[in-house]
Each structure stands twice: as structure tokens, then as C-alpha cells.
């Protein structure tokens, strides 16, 4: 059964301090590893989709790595409005399954 | 360019309603799911389609039951609706045809059951 981790449940720092949140995934066959971001209210939002161990991709202040069992989403010199809960789902080759961790909640203290 | 809409927005239900939940994509999507979220819970799969026609069980199908309209429409039954389905309901759709099969989400359903 497809399965993601994702630690810490929350974090708080200043703005400025850089950090990694981490997801652990087991899958069986992976087909991509999402990261979201979701603001209280609304509905999660894309931000990146690995596909195969090694690959890393970035975005303003965030950037997402991939190892075969788990993924990190780092965040470089953050700022209050990177405060957030970050989502990380799986979809494995089996079928069309996109499951989901319970996230991370991120609080930047300016 | 609407993306993936989902009505009503909100919902106030008595124990023991039914109701349908909409959802409608136009962004040519081949697959369609069904999510709610509880606090602490993170987002749980209810039900999933993977095309027109066909549909699965994701990890909570309990209570519920959907139907893929047509490929751009997938809607969500509460036949008898209980306090324990009071949640966020969110709709998502992927997987275009060639393309990459990350999930674009409405914007939700926050359903009350009293």
C-alpha cells in the first residue's frame, strides 16, 4: 500500500532562517512525487513534480530534491508569506492513485 | 481558463440528508478524484476516476458514492448523510493526455452536518 511521511508536523522560524521539510514515501513503482502548497481556505497548489531519484527542481526560494525513499523540500531565506502548509503526495505505476501526507505547517516569524 | 470547479461551496446538511457534490474540469483531463480534509488528518482519497467511464475506490469510499458524468464531470453522493462526514471536499483532476500527472485542485466544498 502506497504510504507518505512527512515530518515535522510543524515548524516555526524567523525569517531568514532556512530549513528542510521531509517526506518518506514508499510506493510501489514510482510514477511522480508531488509538492503543494496550501493556504488556510483554499485549495492546494502545484508546485513541483519529481520523477526519478537524483532530480532536483526550484522555485524562488524553494527548491525539492528526490532519493529513493524520500524527498525534501528546502527553503532558502524565508519570508513571512512562505508561511504555509506544504503538502507531498505520491502516485505509483500500479494505477491512478494520488495519496497524500498530512503536511506540514509552516509559520515564518518576521 | 477556469481550472476545476466545484459547487456548492458551502453546505449545511441535516443527519440523514443526501446531497451531490459537483465537480467540473476543463482542462482535458483524463482523471478525476475525490479528497476530504480533517484537521490533522491531511488530505484522504474518497474516490477516483482514472477515465470516462470507470471509477475505484481510494481510501476512505465509505458513505460515499460518485459518478463520472463524462470526462469532465465527476460528482460526489452522501445518500445519508452523518456528523462523521462533516469536512472540507475537495476535487482534482490530472494526467492530460502526453502530459505530466500532477492534480489540480478546486477550491473546495465545506459541508456541515449537523
Known amino acids: 500500500e502506497d504510504q507518505v511521511t512527512q515530518s515535522p508536523e510543524a515548524l516555526r522560524l524567523q525569517e531568514g532562517e532556512s530549513s528542510s521539510l521531509n517526506c518518506s514515501y514508499t510506493?510501489?513503482?514510482?510514477?511522480?512525487l508531488f509538492w503543494y502548497r496550501q493556504d488556510p481556505g483554499k485549495g492546494p497548489e502545484f508546485l513541483f513534480t519529481?520523477?526519478?531519484a537524483g532530480e532536483e527542481k526550484e522555485k524562488e526560494r524553494l527548491k525539492a530534491t528526490l532519493t529513493k525513499k524520500e524527498s525534501f523540500l528546502h527553503i532558502t531565506a524565508p519570508k513571512p508569506e512562505d508561511s504555509a502548509t506544504y503538502l507531498c503526495a505520491v502516485q505509483g505505476k500500479r494505477d491512478d492513485k494520488i495519496i497524500f501526507g498530512k503536511g506540514t505547517r509552516l509559520h515564518i516569524l518576521p | 481558463n477556469a481550472g476545476v470547479t466545484q459547487t456548492p461551496k458551502f453546505q449545511v446538511l441535516k443527519t440523514g440528508q443526501s446531497m451531490t457534490l459537483q465537480c467540473a474540469q476543463d482542462?482535458?483531463?483524463?482523471?478525476m478524484y475525490w479528497y476530504r480534509q480533517d484537521p490533522g488528518m491531511g488530505l484522504r482519497l474518497i474516490y477516483y476516476?482514472?477515465?470516462?467511464?470507470?471509477?475505484d475506490k481510494g481510501e476512505v469510499p465509505n458513505g460515499y458514492n460518485v459518478s463520472r458524468l463524462n470526462k469532465r464531470e465527476f460528482s460526489l453522493r452522501l445518500e445519508s448523510a452523518a456528523p462523521s462526514q462533516t469536512s472540507v471536499y475537495f476535487c482534482a483532476s490530472s494526467d492530460p493526455p502526453g502530459g505530466s500527472a500532477e492534480a489540480f485542485f478546486g477550491q473546495g466544498t465545506r459541508l456541515t452536518v449537523v
Open positions: 519529481l520523477y526519478s
Open positions: 476516476s482514472a477515465s470516462e467511464g470507470t471509477t
Open positions: 510506493v510501489s513503482g514510482l510514477r511522480g
Open positions: 482542462m482535458n483531463h483524463n482523471s
